[in-house]
């Protein structure tokens, strides 16, 4: 009878521990399917981040090159401005009243210009 009852208790022990098995692979699969849900919400997120990050770079290069754009602009502009100075200097200069070192009326008037233009801007 004890050999029966020992028999029967070493049964319930291994039932118990399969029944403990049972519910222990239960619970980790839950959680496997959890982690993978907050896995995927994870790189959903990380996508999204990534897409902004790509937008506001590009908004950025398309403000860097409408701003270089209009500096080129004005660059050429003054440049312009710079040679038809240079030229007009140049001829009033070879004139030969400067040997005198004296300043003629179109002189004047080309220093007047560049110091209103100067002022202007």
């Known amino acids: 009878m004890l050999i029966i009852a020992a028999k029967f208790w070493r049964e319930i022990i291994i ?45 950025a290069q398309n403000k860097a090159n409408k701003a270089s754009a209009e500096y080129e602009q004005v ?9 038809t100075v240079t030229r007009t200097v140049q001829k009033i200069v070879e004139r030969p009243i400067y040997l005198n070192r004296c300043i003629d009326d179109d002189g004047l008037s080309e220093i007047n210009n560049l110091i209103k233009a100067s002022d202007s801007s």
């Not at 039932?15 to 839950?30: D, P, Q, R």
């Not at 660059?75 to 040679?83: F, G, I, N």
């Open 75 to 83: 660059k050429a502009k003054q440049r312009t401005k710079v040679e």
């Open 15 to 59: 039932g118990f521990l399969a029944f403990l098995l049972l519910i222990t692979l239960t619970v980790l699969n839950h959680k496997t399917g959890q982690l993978k849900q907050a896995d995927q919400k994870c790189f959903a997120q990380i996508r999204e981040i990534e897409r902004k990050q790509v937008k506001a770079l590009a908004e």
